[in-house]
């Protein structure tokens, strides 16, 4: 899908500036749609996902994190966990959300995790590609309904660690693709979409 032409926000922090792309109306239910850690990432990760759940009646804001695109860095070395995670309650904040759902690759999908485990009253979802994420143990705290997708062909993470997280994430879904690479929701995204709206728009339970 190519890329759609979509409105850019910064975002004054306490820490730096950070720049977003959205999709759809702010006063619907918010979703954070967050990079892995490559530079080729950035908010155009989740392009292809965003006017399919904001035509939904989604509100899509996708990240530059600190240090990608055309949100500066935050601090001189790699961004940390700890600024990751404040990235986020950044947004959540700005907006004015008590809740969001978090929508995650990779790296972003392991800053995704850690929120959720953090803050877990501030997310009501999770939708994880190919999460990077090692503190397993920690995955049986969560209390949110996650939707993890996962290609069979992923040269970055093996489809084999997806094991890790179904046997430890108490209400979790996992739907797989046999291409897709270490991007599977966004280049799958025809078939992935329906399934991320009903899943966000789902009785599922959220946190009280």
Known sequence: MKNLEYAKIIIDTAYGPL???????PDSEIVIAVHGWSQRNGWHTWAP????LSDAGLFV???DMPGWGDSPAWTDGPLNVDYAVAALA???????KEQVVIMGKSWGG?????YAIDYPKRVSKLILSA???RNFESLTELSQPVLLVWAEDDPVIAF?????FLDRIPEVTLMSFKSGGHSAAPKNSEVFAPAAVQFILSSSKAID
């Open 19 to 25: 720049s977003v792309r959205v999709s759809g109306s």
């Open 90 to 96: 950044q947004v959540s904040d700005h907006f004015g």
């Open 131 to 133: 999460p990077g994420f």
């Open 49 to 52: 996902l965003m006017t399919p």
């Open 110 to 114: 392991g800053i995704g995790l850690q």
């Open 160 to 164: 084999r660690h997806s094991a890790k």
């Open 61 to 63: 804001v996708s990240l």
